[in-house]
């Protein structure tokens, strides 16, 4: 009997073979994690190869910027991100770390510029309006250099000009800034040139350096004779000429801007190069002042009051423009304790030559000033104060002949020379008056009253006398001369015995004169008969 170990009926299995695994055999499972991983190596490689420069730019503040969201942009395209905002080592200021795509490469040069781009209004213009919605970013301006750069300083104020914009930059030199900002407006005859780009105060503090930009093709009427001057807000001027007001345009008015033109004898000159130097004047008049080449300084000694004369008041000959007043001082003589008004001026003395037969401008009048002055002041030439416009009491000072004034001489010994003065025509009004104040003050009023008084009495007391006597007997005079009138009256009416007789005796006139003009027409026939007499008549 089989034991329990023996089964006829169970099938027979095929018995384990044991073989030895391969150890560089690779399972399917792991195909998958490999080629995310080769993948993922080659975009490691490919980001590597593909990534461009990382820069830094320092700003004053952080307003606007945010580590992963703030944006480089060149022409509105973006060429970075800002990836870590930091404040420097001596907090004075932030920098931000930002990644340039390579492509971008080639734009940091040494002098390209970066700023944040945020609302602003400035120069009379509004700009990062955009902004607004989307949030501010890095601007970006390339420059011209040939260097690369990694490090940067960020403006605070935008750029006004974009690298490669045509045009010339110019230098101006002025006192002071007046109401101008970056980005004010130059003018030319009214129309919009140019615009102010950048300015700094001078080392000694002394002025303002400005550096304008004229676009082409206007920047070829800038001259080296051509002449820059404020034209912000309104220029209202007052003197001798009156009140004169003259401005650019609405914008120069709210915002200032400069102007400048060309004198006509500058216009055929060539156009000014770039980085020029100009002065920038303060007015329209200064600039278009003429300038002379030879200045004389001289002064004068007033004794009446300047009051309406500042500096910068003309000096003229009849009328011409001759000279300038440059400054106005008081002086004590302690000799004859009085004050007096020194006036210095300069004298432009090409402007007494005439340039009407050669055409070409006039020099000195003579190689020996001092001789033609002594002339001239031995002839009477004389330094008056005269009222230029009665309105505005404005004064300037003239020079001209008084024929018959006290002799006198110019003082060279003075610096600068003066010339000897004569009183305006207001201060010998005010002399004439004076004088004839003080002959009225010398006459006795009081005793003229006093006879005057007394003649007064008597010729009431004659009155009084003609009413007491002469009167009663005029009046019997006055009625006698009544009746006679009367008498008379009655003589002279028709029909009257004198009326009569009067007649009669005109009537006898008239005969006697018959025989008077008979006797005569007689007489004039027969002038015989004067001496024979009258014949007798033949019967």
Same mark, same amino acid.
């Given at each position: ?35 995310? =991983? ?68 080639? =734009?940091? =040069? ?58 010339? %930059? ?9 109401? @101008? ?7 030319? /005859? ?5 615009? +102010? ?15 304008? #930009?004229?676009?082409?093709? $206007?920047?070829? #009427? ?5 002449? !820059? ?83 910068? *008041? ?14 106005? $001082? ?25 340039? $009407? ?17 002594? !002339?001239?002041?031995? /002839? ?9 416009? @009665?309105?505005?009491?404005?004064? $300037?000072?003239?020079?001209?002949? !008084? ?50 008084? %007394? ?5 009431? *007391? ?47 006139? *008239?005969?006697?004169?018959? *025989? #008077?003009?008979? =006797? ?10 004067? +001496? /024979? ?7």
């Amino acid at each position: 009997m089989p034991g329990p170990e023996h089964k006829p009926d169970a099938p027979e299995l095929p018995e384990a073979v044991v073989t030895t695994r391969s150890r560089w055999r690779m399972q399917l499972v792991w195909l998958v994690p490999i080629v995310a =991983l080769l993948i993922g190596g080659w975009l490691a490689v490919k980001a590597v190869i593909e990534r461009g420069p990382t820069i830094t730019i320092s700003f004053e503040t952080g307003e606007g910027l945010e580590a992963g969201k703030t944006k480089i942009k060149f022409k509105n395209v973006d060429v970075g991100v800002v990836k870590t905002v930091t404040l420097s080592p001596d907090s004075k200021s932030v920098v931000a770390t930002a990644d340039i795509t390579k492509d971008a490469t080639k =734009l940091l =040069l040494d002098d390209t510029r970066f700023w944040v781009v945020r609302p602003r209004i400035s120069g009379g213009t509004v700009s990062g309006l955009s902004t607004l919605l989307s949030g501010s970013f890095i601007g970006m301006d390339v420059g011209n250099s040939d260097k690369e750069r990694r490090d940067f300083v960020g403006l605070e104020v935008p750029p006004v000009l974009s690298a490669g914009v045509p045009g010339r %930059e110019f230098v101006l030199k002025s006192a002071d800034m007046g109401s @101008l900002d970056v980005g004010s407006p130059i003018f030319f /005859r009214r129309l919009q040139v140019g615009q +102010i780009a950048d300015f700094q105060l001078d080392p000694d503090g002394k002025g303002v350096t400005l550096r304008a #930009f004229i676009n082409a093709p $206007y920047d070829k #009427f800038v001259k080296p004779g051509t002449r !820059f001057w404020h034209a912000s807000g309104i220029d209202v001027v007052l003197d001798t000429n009156g009140v004169r007001v003259s401005t650019q345009s609405l914008v120069s008015i709210m915002i200032g801007g400069l102007a400048f033109e060309t004198p006509n004898d500058a216009l055929a000159q060539p156009a000014a190069a770039a980085k020029t130097e100009f002065t920038l004047f303060a007015s329209q008049a200064d600039a278009l002042k003429r300038h002379d080449r030879i200045v004389q300084p001289y002064m004068v000694d007033f004794t009446e009051s300047v009051r309406g004369l500042t500096v910068g *008041a003309p000096v003229e000959f009849r009328g011409i423009v001759v000279g300038e007043v440059t400054a106005i $001082y008081t002086r004590f003589d302690p000799v004859t304790r009085q004050f007096s008004i020194p006036v210095e001026f300069n004298l432009f003395p090409e402007r007494f030559t005439s340039r $009407y037969q050669t055409g070409e401008k006039g020099g000195p009048l003579t190689d020996r000033p001092r001789q033609l002055g002594d !002339f001239l002041v031995e /002839r009477g030439l004389r330094a008056q104060l005269r009222t230029g416009n @009665l309105l505005t009491g404005q004064l $300037y000072v003239a020079l001209d002949f !008084f024929p018959g004034v006290p002799k006198a001489k110019i003082d060279w010994t003075s610096n600068p020379p003066q010339l000897p003065t004569t009183p305006g025509a207001l201060q010998s009004l005010q002399d004439s008056m004076t004088r004839l104040m003080a002959r009225m003050n010398s006459i006795p009023f009081e005793a003229i009253g006093k006879n005057t008084q %007394e003649t007064l009495a008597s010729a009431n *007391a004659m009155l009084l006398r003609l009413d007491s006597d002469v009167l009663p007997q005029a009046t019997g005079t006055i009625a006698a001369a009544h009746a006679a009138l009367d008498s008379a009256n009655n003589a002279l009416q028709p029909g009257s015995a004198l009326q009569q007789s009067t007649s009669d005796a005109m009537q006898e006139l *008239a005969r006697t004169a018959a *025989a #008077f003009r008979t =006797l005569a027409d007689y007489l004039e026939r027969h002038p015989e008969s004067l +001496i /024979r007499g009258k014949p007798e008549t033949q019967p």
